[in-house]
DNA sequence: CGACTTACGAAGGAGCGCTTCATTAGTAGC
DNA sequence: GCTACTAATGAAGCGCTCCTTCGTAAGTCG
């Protein structure tokens, strides 16, 4: 049971701001009439929540749109630039992190090379550059930043602990949101990477509007990030998805098929091995397809398991090896059916590289909006 | 993006209406006071969303409790008993059926064996002789119930059409809730019992108060119902939970290292034999116990995955076999704390046989919640 | 330049919740 | 059996929020 508290007159006109500023947010300007519309409020009603929000400075007034009948009607806007929004993505080896006003819009995106053993400060320290160079790039500061979300390799902890990490030996047992909180100024919230691009592509990607849906994060690692009823699944112990641990599974040994591939040439970099056998076996050749269907018999062993216990509506590719999609969706789905009772769709991720930085991105908007759009937690605060 | 609508003074009023049903549902009967107090409302107010409460029929008064200070006060109770709720548990051979008031308490409860390969018809008719027992003892009419849902073996698809059914061969591609809304006059909901069962657990049991659960049942047949986020999780097609179709699971074939123990005497029928080596190993019998170690191996793997991929808060071990809980869940947590990340509490459920139809129960209880409790369904409707 | 369209703004009214205060119906003590 | 005390009741008056209605204003079109 939820809350027992009952409501006076202002939380019925808290409710009717919060109610107009969501509306202005879905769409762009709107006139007082549209906006009364939409909220079914009357138009001096909606006025009066209108002037309110102007004064508390999250709503401003744009100049009406001309050519049109009649009096010209006042259009207000939501002031998504009254605040800044800093999605990161801690990869082994870059360092991304983009800008976004309230509403999600990036506005601009910064990436710095590392490399997996750089020392923890050195780390640290590329993070503090990539946030910067951000804020330079879109002419603002650190106090316009209301929050920032990171994405990283590794097992978080509920209190954003890093508890395991095999890809970067320097992560394990940091207090990342706590060294984070000392860089910034603002709320920080840590994630897996898995999860936040799970998270992107329910927003904007290929999964748009699905509630349940599963990513696969393919490539040299394994990973999974899932959503449930369209958040973020996380666990009791924010381990969720870490099903690469299961050797029955098969997942995490499954890209050595493509690494120890025979198709690939001597010398070639191991960072490219898999890529090279993918690649063959787009153009036929018999040796790297052997390996490639041996890859997908150990991937699809999991993602059934994920499949059966979660039936979602979608499994999304992503990671390196999904731009090889056209060489391992139809593999999949052809093992799904045999060992699954009811298939979802299977597609590719179409966000790419910046999947995990978006997903952080949208990862902070939605905290945002639970804070701000979750009445009862006082009243409307003034935005600057 | 929830609903746009924003609120006039009626919506207010029905939102304090439902703050103080809420609030009575929780706790027996409240004076007027204790009433104002828990919702925040001031008496007056309160006494008027009492009084209209009461004539519309979900709240009546009761005579104040005698001996205490000052002027006796008035006291309400929520009328639990204008409606009544039904829960049936269709297993191979049981059908169970309780009756409870609108809180969930159970009035009545009743059993009607079948066998697992009666035709369809007759099926029915056990359903049907179970919910009028229940009525019988509680006194009541068809007339009086507002909901019944039902728990059945077998994959139910979101329309409530059997999938497939093992154990009951007739269940097969029936229209169970097309037959169950002829039979009665109310409305019915179909769920898997497994999750029904994982329900009950949550809500009276031994998870109780937990959000996310995995429920075994462990038992001839191997199921599992997941609860995530406090609600039933049931997939997009229905079909979650259903990991047991995974042959790396081990879980199809688990039972069978009980059923076929060599500690089993000769003669013994089938579906006891599961049983006898549960007890055997119980006693120190070594041939028993390695059968019992194999049998806690398969479940393991399927139960790793699940624990991996959702890290569940608890996980509980349910049906036939959690009898033997006291020889089962040491060696399940071994094996979990062996594979998994972070161990989840593992327990034996606490609610027995009953689990599925008071499961059913609760959630005819959250459905019906839903459909009062969620603002802007129209205005309260009137209770008989 | 006048007709038409659309939005604005002010006035009046109804519903809901709040506070305040005198009143009432019990118990406890003498 | 009477008085003091306690706690709830019921009525009156206030303020806020939303609604409807109307006359007025600011544009476009012919």
Redesign the interface.
């Known amino acids: 049971?939820a809350?027992?508290?009952?409501?006076d007159?202002s939380?019925?006109r808290q409710?009717?701001s919060l109610?107009?500023i969501?509306?202005l947010?879905?769409s762009g300007p709107l006139t007082l009439s549209a906006l009364a519309e939409?909220?079914?409020?009357s138009r001096p009603?909606m006025k009066e929540v209108a002037d309110e929000l102007m004064a508390l400075g999250w709503v401003e007034e744009v100049p009406p749109s001309p050519g049109t009948m009649g009096r010209p009607a006042r259009r207000y806007r939501f002031r998504a630039d009254s605040g800044y929004l800093v999605g990161v993505d801690i990869g082994g080896h870059n360092i991304r992190a983009a800008l976004s006003d309230l509403d999600g819009e990036i506005l601009a995106e910064t990436r710095q090379p590392v490399l997996p053993d750089d020392p923890l400060e050195e780390r640290l320290a590329a993070i503090g550059r990539a946030v910067s160079g951000c804020l330079a790039l879109s002419r603002t500061t650190a106090e316009d930043l209301w929050m920032i979300a990171v994405g990283t390799i590794g097992?978080i902890d509920v209190e954003g602990r890093v508890?395991?990490s095999a890809a970067v030996p320097a992560w394990r047992d940091l207090d990342l949101a706590g060294r984070l909180g000392e860089m910034f100024p603002c709320q920080v919230l840590i994630e897996n990477d898995s999860r936040l691009a799970a998270m992107a592509e329910t927003r904007r990607g290929v999964a748009k509007g699905a509630?349940?849906v599963v990513f696969l994060h393919v490539g040299r690692r394994m990973g999974?990030g899932?959503i449930?009823?369209g958040?973020v699944?996380?666990?009791?112990?924010?381990?969720?998805?870490?099903?690469s641990?299961?050797?029955?599974?098969?997942w995490f040994d499954a890209p050595e098929h493509l690494n120890t591939c025979a198709s690939v040439p001597a010398g070639t970099p191991p960072e490219d091995a898999a890529g090279f056998t993918l690649a063959a076996a787009r153009h036929g050749d018999p040796v790297a397809i052997e390996a490639v269907e041996r890859y997908v018999d150990d991937l699809a062993?999991g993602t059934?398991?994920?499949v059966?216990?979660?039936?979602?509506?979608m499994v999304v590719l992503g990671g390196g090896f999904s731009r090889s999609a056209d060489v391992l969706l139809d593999r999949l789905r052809a093992r799904l059916e045999r060992?699954?009772?009811?298939i979802?769709e299977v597609r590719a991720s179409t966000l790419g590289d910046e999947c995990v930085v978006v997903g952080a991105i949208d990862y902070a908007v939605d905290h945002l909006d639970d804070q701000l759009f979750t009445p009862d937690k006082g009243p409307l605060p003034v935005s600057r």
Chains 1, 2 share one sequence.
Do not use: K, W
Request: charged content about 25%; overall charge positive; aromatic content about 4%.
């Open positions: 049971m809350d027992l508290r009952g409501g007159l939380r019925l409710l009717n109610t107009a969501r509306a947010r879905g939409r909220t079914g409020l009603s097992v508890i395991y509630r349940d999974a899932l449930i009823g958040r699944h996380r666990g009791f112990g924010a381990a969720a998805g870490e099903i641990m299961l050797p029955e599974a098969r062993v059934a398991a994920m059966l216990i979660l039936d979602p509506q060992a699954c009772m009811r979802p």
